[in-house]
T-cell receptor, first 113, second 113 residues
């Protein structure tokens, strides 16, 4: 079955540590996205990529970095510069037009300890 | 920056009744609108998308779009307890491209048995 796989499901980060969240899709979608969701809040766009080897900042990119070396993969690194990283992180993908909506992975819940 | 507004609720509806969820948007140029359902602790799943003024029906769900008044609504007929979730309204950040969606904060719907 086609879909998006995010790992790990739960992640704990120590202060000052960088962590990388994995996102893999087998939907043959061109575009991929990272969103962050805080309790009681809507989704906020961190980064997105429309094609391999290219990506753009979303609305809240500070403290995050991404890469898009393969069409199927779009990992997100939460750096130590992100001062409030505790959140639910969602990866999504879409066709190159986004006209038919986005498909989301199951999410990674990141907690700072 | 585009804005999407939703009443956070909770909206409480008796089982078997019609649930009506509303969303307003700020950019008159928006063309594509999406409704997602999100169960607690889970990722959003796409219910419907709508581009044209008027109604679009899919099973028990009907999306309604009124571009002149800049609102989009979702009706759920014969509401079931399994419909209890948060419903997110979204619009394209940039029309015609895969540049991410802007989400409202969602309406929490409770279907009372």
């Amino acid at each position: 079955d086609g879909g998006i796989t995010q790992s790990p499901k739960y992640l704990f980060r120590k202060e000052g540590q960088n962590v990388t969240l994995s996102c893999e899709q087998n939907l043959n979608h061109d575009a991929m996205y990272w969103y962050r969701q805080d309790p009681g809040q809507g989704l906020r766009l961190i980064y997105y990529s429309q094609i391999v080897n290219d990506f753009q900042k979303g609305d809240i990119a500070e403290g995050y970095s991404v890469s898009r070396e393969k069409k199927e993969s779009f990992p997100l690194t939460v750096t130590s510069a992100q001062k409030n990283p505790t959140a639910f992180y969602l990866c999504a993908s879409s066709t190159h037009t986004g006209n038919y909506g986005y498909t989301f992975g199951s999410g990674t819940r990141l907690t700072v300890v | 920056q585009k804005e999407v507004e939703q009443n956070s609720g909770p909206l409480s509806v008796p089982e078997g009744a019609i649930a009506s969820l509303n969303c307003t948007y700020s950019d008159r140029g928006s063309q594509s609108f999406f409704w997602y359902r999100q169960y607690s602790g889970k990722s959003p799943e796409l219910i419907m998308f709508i581009y044209s003024n008027g109604d679009k029906e899919d099973g028990r769900f009907t999306a309604q779009l009124n571009k002149a008044s800049q609102y989009v609504s979702l009706l759920i007929r014969d509401s079931q307890p399994s419909d209890s979730a948060t419903y997110l309204c979204a619009v394209n950040r940039v029309e015609g491209g895969a540049d991410g969606l802007t989400f409202g904060k969602g309406t929490h719907l409770i279907i009372q048995p």
